[in-house]
C-alpha cells in the first residue's frame, strides 16, 4: 500500500519558512547552512533528514566543507519539521 503524501513545514530561527512537498519520505528534521564567504556575499545549503542524528551528523562535514572552500564562518541549524 502506498504511503500517504504530506506537507512538512520548517519554521527557522530567523523566520523563514521552507515547505517540503508532497512526499511520502519519512523525513522528521530539516537542516540548513549559511556559508559567510570572504567577498560578503552568502550561500544557502539544505536538507531534510529521517532522524534529528542523521541532520546533526551534516555538522561535521560542513566544517570540512568551510577548510575546503575557504568560506569565512557558516551558520548550521537543525528543526523539526511539523505536517500539515
Do not use: C, N
Not at 519519512?26 to 545549503?45: M, N, Q
Not at 564562518?73 to 511539523?82: A, G, K, P
Amino acid at each position: 500500500m502506498a504511503r500517504k503524501k504530506r506537507y512538512l513545514t520548517a519554521t527557522m530561527a530567523d523566520g523563514y519558512v521552507k515547505t517540503i512537498g508532497p512526499t511520502a519520505a519519512p523525513f522528521t528534521h530539516y537542516w540548513r547552512i549559511v556559508a559567510h564567504l570572504h567577498d560578503g556575499k552568502t550561500e544557502i545549503f539544505w536538507g531534510h533528514a529521517t532522524s534529528r542524528k542523521e541532520a546533526a551528523g551534516k555538522e561535521a562535514l560542513t566544517a570540512q566543507a568551510a577548510r575546503r572552500h575557504g568560506w569565512k564562518r557558516f551558520d548550521f541549524e537543525v528543526v523539526e519539521l511539523t505536517e500539515h
